[in-house]
């Protein structure tokens, strides 16, 4: 049997391009054409995904090796029950339930100096969400974000993925997220402009557990070191990987421009 994907070169270079506000990096050149393997033996929950109309690719296993992957077990941490534990050095989101237990996603996080620290809330959560720079962004680097300014809709073309988490402090919006990614390479590591990034596949299977508002912490160093000194700063540093302006918004990159249908069956359930 072969697997088709809607997935293509540009729908992956877009949801490379960044995130909102503080999460979006520089853009420049277009990335290369992923590999995507048409057949193989998925890992447990990380095969492909029919969602929105949309065929998401599975996860190859040679980014699931070792910790890199969905675990649920006895919960270690500091945070409240009903609630996420970020731990950025250990590359690590935890949701913390009930019952004693958590579930664990291995993340990407922003590099040096590019994340935000201490206790948030996610007080609203989107399927497909759209991306918009911020005023900000649109005055101080008008030649990288004046093409975006507009925004670009949820959907293949979107930096935030299948889904996005908003974290707000204060009731004010941080302008940081926790959303889905195509950029298998950057879970576990240090590779975003600061925000929090998950497979597709986990950042669904989160979703589906959770209700906003919810409490979220992010963990100190101190805080790292004391709970998981065996994952400390695990994983290296990366260079961000970007999509140009031009490849993302070019007249061929309309066929990326179908909205997702959060409706839509499965062709097998047809």
Not at 24 to 47: L, S
Request: hydrophobic share 35%; net charge negative; proline share 10%.
């Amino acid at each position: 049997m072969t697997l088709s994907y809607d997935i293509s070169r540009r729908a992956f270079g877009a949801m490379l391009l960044g995130t909102t506000a503080a999460c979006a990096p520089r853009i420049d050149d277009a990335i290369a054409e992923p590999a995507v393997p048409v057949q193989q033996d998925w890992v447990a929950g990380y095969g492909p995904i029919f969602d929105a109309g949309y065929n998401l690719p599975g996860i190859p296993s040679r980014y699931l090796e070792g910790v890199n992957r969905r675990m649920t077990g006895l919960y270690q941490g500091e945070a409240p029950p009903n609630s996420l534990d970020v731990d950025p050095y250990a590359k690590f989101l935890y949701h913390v339930k009930d019952d004693g237990t958590a579930t664990r996603y291995p993340v990407g996080v922003g590099r040096a100096g590019r994340s935000i620290r201490g206790r948030a809330t996610m007080q609203f959560m989107r399927a497909w969400p759209g991306w918009t720079p911020t005023q900000n962004m649109l005055r101080t680097e008008p030649e990288v974000y004046g093409d975006f300014r507009a925004g670009i809709p949820g959907g293949l073309r979107s930096p935030l993925g299948a889904r996005a988490l908003y974290l707000f402090r204060g009731g004010r919006d941080t302008y940081y997220r926790i959303h889905g990614t195509n950029d298998l390479p950057s879970i576990g590591n240090s590779g975003s402009a600061g925000c929090i990034r998950l497979f597709n596949q986990d950042i669904i299977h989160l979703y589906d557990q959770i209700t906003a508002p919810m409490p979220v912490l992010i963990r100190t160093p101190e805080e790292s070191l004391r709970v998981d000194p065996e994952n400390y700063n695990r994983g290296v540093e990366l260079p961000p990987t970007v999509i140009s302006a031009e490849e993302l918004l070019g007249p061929e990159a309309d066929a990326l421009a179908r909205p997702p249908d959060l409706d839509a069956l499965s062709p097998g359930m047809i």
